[in-house]
């Protein structure tokens, strides 16, 4: 299990489960939950345990500003595999994919059903040299055009090795569930991540910020976060600063902390070390 990743023991054995399911054919993984939650961290455990194993990860994580942007979702995800496809695609394929990636000039927008074609044409043949893994972070913000492209090629893949692995935040975007509403419900998972125990938590502040707490102040942090690891640390370190360690009354969430920390979290670079 990875140390790194608290409390999640029964989610990482699932994403294990998962990964290995791949070999014998399409699937998809959905992990999901309010904002600070953890998806992320567990997204990235999936994403860098697919790279362990050996299979080829390709990777999007779009953002709220993204979303009026076409195909930019796609670029993030095929550009590589564009440059330096397993075999030449047919050329109605090619022209339109190419213009999708916005790597020829076109006289007008690539045919949708092209590109998606082309799409699937390059998924299958990458994966008959091993599996693949397509990974989205914050599915919520997909782009249109990329959800179409996706969805079109998720509903063709049977036999091939190749895995969907999503995180999407649950609130503010239940847009993006169309794009595995299409995906047989046998080839779906679902995780839907909740709050962490008290004892959890307390392992939580522990290893992240060092800090020991009294039972009735890790209670009383454990209710106000209501088990979030984001709010858990957040409030720690208010508390390990002073303020409010002294006063558990005063010791709580505003009502506009998951705006203020959905925001928060999209203007995170992909470097940031979430929990």
Do not use: C
């Amino acid at each position: 299990m990875d140390a790194s990743v608290v409390g999640r023991d029964r989610e990482l054995a699932e994403v294990s489960r998962f990964l290995d399911s791949i070999a014998t054919g399409f699937g998809a993984l959905l992990l999901s939950g309010p904002a600070g939650i953890g998806k992320t961290t567990l997204w990235e455990h999936a994403v860098a345990a697919a790279r362990e194993r050996g299979y080829r990860v390709v990777v999007s994580r779009p953002t709220e500003v993204e979303t009026g942007l076409a195909f930019a979702a796609l670029n993030d995800l095929f550009a590589d595999l564009a440059d330096r496809p397993p075999a030449e695609l047919p050329e109605p394929q090619r022209i339109a994919l190419e213009a999708a990636l916005f790597r020829v000039t076109a006289a007008s927008p690539p045919q949708p059903l092209a590109v998606s074609i082309g799409v699937r044409q390059l998924v299958r043949q990458t994966a008959a040299r091993g599996p693949l893994v397509i990974a989205i972070d914050d599915l919520q913000w997909l782009d249109e055009p990329s959800a179409r492209v996706l969805d079109f090629v998720a509903r063709r893949l049977e036999e091939e090795p190749v895995g969907l692995i999503a995180g999407q935040r649950t609130i503010g975007g239940d847009r993006a569930l169309a794009v595995l509403e299409s995906i047989n419900a046998g080839r779906l998972r679902r995780l839907d991540l909740r709050g962490l125990s008290i004892d959890e938590v307390d392992r939580l502040v522990r290893a992240r910020l060092g800090l020991e707490l009294a039972r009735p102040t890790l209670v009383r942090l454990h209710a106000v976060a209501a088990g979030n690891p984001f709010y858990a640390l957040e409030l720690g370190r208010a508390m390990a600063s002073g303020e409010g360690a002294d006063d558990l009354g005063a010791l709580k969430v505003p009502p506009s902390l998951d705006r203020l920390v959905g925001r928060r979290l999209d203007a995170l670079g992909s470097d940031a070390d979430l929990v």
